[in-house]
């Protein structure tokens, strides 16, 4: 009688555990958008992802990893290397960032996910060090094309993270506005909303 043992199974090929993250991360982010950082169930994420918990544990060993991870790929999704112009041009630079990170952070799953951060990191430290680190890398990055621009346009700059952090923020607290106000924008506002902070701050430019 021939034998019905089936062969052992390989490793899963690497494409196939890109397609379980993926689908990992939907669910999660799908859980927390609904029941909150503390009401996410990670019981319901398992099974909604159809996997078991020892593939979502080989993965994230708790709920704050996992939400981190989701974190982790939006600032991925919205890294502006690309949007920030060549050869450098400091004012279509700002524009081009503040423009993408708003538009990006508009939508409406961001604004879901960037509301939870907020209202839970009291309760949820590592949230507020994630909130943290995100502002840190744009901080960085935008202090890094200030100090090119100066170099191109041979115009001292003295201090390109103050003038990168006052930027940064100026453009989050735009955004904070938005959030807790829950009001629609248009893009042509976001655009004319840019386009008169960036002036406002370059008028400034022979005092940074």
């Not at 669910?27 to 979502?56: D, M, P, Q, Y």
Request: aromatic share 6%; charged share 25%.
């Amino acid at each position: 009688m021939p034998s019905t043992k089936k062969p052992p199974r390989g490793r899963p090929r690497q494409q196939d555990i890109a397609s379980i993250e993926q689908k990992l991360l939907e669910v999660a982010t799908a859980e927390f958008r609904e029941h909150g950082f503390g009401g996410a169930s990670l019981n319901r994420i398992v099974s909604a992802a159809a996997i078991s918990k020892t593939t979502l544990y080989s993965r994230y060993a708790s709920k704050s990893e996992l939400f981190l991870a989701i974190v982790q790929q939006q600032i991925t999704e919205m890294a502006p290397a690309s949007v920030l112009p060549e050869p450098p041009n400091l004012e279509a630079g700002l524009k081009a960032f503040a423009n993408h990170i708003l538009q990006k952070s508009l939508d409406d799953e961001m604004k879901d996910i960037n509301r939870l951060m907020y209202s839970e990191s009291a309760r949820f430290p590592e949230l507020a060090k994630a909130a943290s680190d995100r502002t840190a890398r744009g901080i960085k990055r935008i202090a890094t094309y200030i100090e090119t621009c100066a170099t191109a346009d041979n115009i001292p700059c003295s201090n390109a993270s103050r003038v990168a952090e006052v930027f940064i923020l100026m453009v989050r607290g735009w955004y904070m506005n938005v959030l807790l106000t829950n009001r629609k924008v248009s893009a042509a506002a976001r655009k004319q909303w840019v386009d008169d902070a960036v002036q406002i701050l370059l008028n400034s430019r022979k005092n940074w």
